[in-house]
């Protein structure tokens, strides 16, 4: 991999999940990132510096892009209203891509996510193979911003599912699924692109710190080569004192009803994980030269910050 000279980066959504991991995978390849923060959080000393700034505010994004070569956005709104999703996702992007050209910024990463092509079995979905329907305000919102993004120029990343420390939507929500309902379906055999928060981010930093090449207006997949199936995800939080031990195989027919008792959100996890997920993540593996790990060994890495964090009251 061909590491260009180190550009002057700003990073938006450096206090979230991932955008947290981006910035530690920065300060790991000695870059100091600008940081465009609603809050500046306790550790913003590591970066070169930072400026406030809200997506819903246009006259808060003024100069926070001057003298910038590349745009790292991971803000975004998610499982919130409509029009926190509509202001925050799309107008709040076009707020700042606005801000990116005025400053002439040469490169744009965006971070969307794998739910922009909606329901259904996805198997080794390549980034060219299926037009993405999405079917929640948050991947509806994040699709139009893909399109601002791409439409600019920019490169849009799709991860699907993200865990590590720090998760507090997947495998918690996972984790309360299972202890309320210790099932597998059609004998956890569906398998899934799950994907550590550290790989994510070192693939993000890879490709900012690379030559642009042929990266604008192209959509990348971030998975590792291995899908992890159902049940190894499910062994995996058993053996670590989770999730109870499954006590009931479903049939995919089975799982349907059972979503329709079960409410929204919980019918959602359990989607998720009942059908295959996996996407083609070999272009970005390419590009990047790096290749992320297997959900087992990934797991292993933050199994004890998941443990203190989930642990039965």
Known sequence: ??????????????????????????????????????????????????????????????????????????????????????????????????????????????????????????????????????????????????????????????????????????????????RRHPVTVEGGEARLSLLAVEDLAESIVALALTPQAADRGRVYHVAPARPATQAEVIQALHAQGLVPAPTADLSHAQAAEATRTLGAGVARQLALIAFEHTYDGQALRERTGITPRPFAEGFAACAGAYAQALQVA
């Open 1 to 178: 991999m061909a590491m260009a000279s180190s550009p002057s980066i700003l990073l938006c959504g450096a206090s979230g999940f991932i955008g947290g991991a981006v910035l530690r995978a920065l300060w790991r390849h000695d870059v100091q990132p600008r940081l465009l923060l609603r809050r500046l959080p306790d550790d913003a000393g590591g970066a070169a510096f930072a400026v406030r700034g809200d997506l819903t505010d246009a006259d808060s994004l003024r100069g926070c892009c001057e003298g910038i070569d590349t745009l790292i956005h991971c803000a975004s709104a998610v499982a919130a209203d409509d029009a926190t999703c509509q202001a925050v996702n799309v107008e709040g992007t076009q707020r700042l891509l606005d801000e990116a050209q005025r400053a002439g910024v040469s490169r744009v990463i965006y971070l969307s996510t794998a739910a922009v092509y909606g329901d259904g079995v996805h198997r080794q979905l390549r980034e060219d193979q299926q037009e993405p329907a999405p079917v929640s305000v948050t991947s509806r919102t994040r699709r139009e911003a893909e399109r601002r993004v791409l439409a600019a120029g920019g490169t849009v990343l799709r991860p699907f599912l993200v865990y590590g420390a720090g998760d507090r939507w997947f495998l918690p929500a996972l984790v309360g699924l299972l």
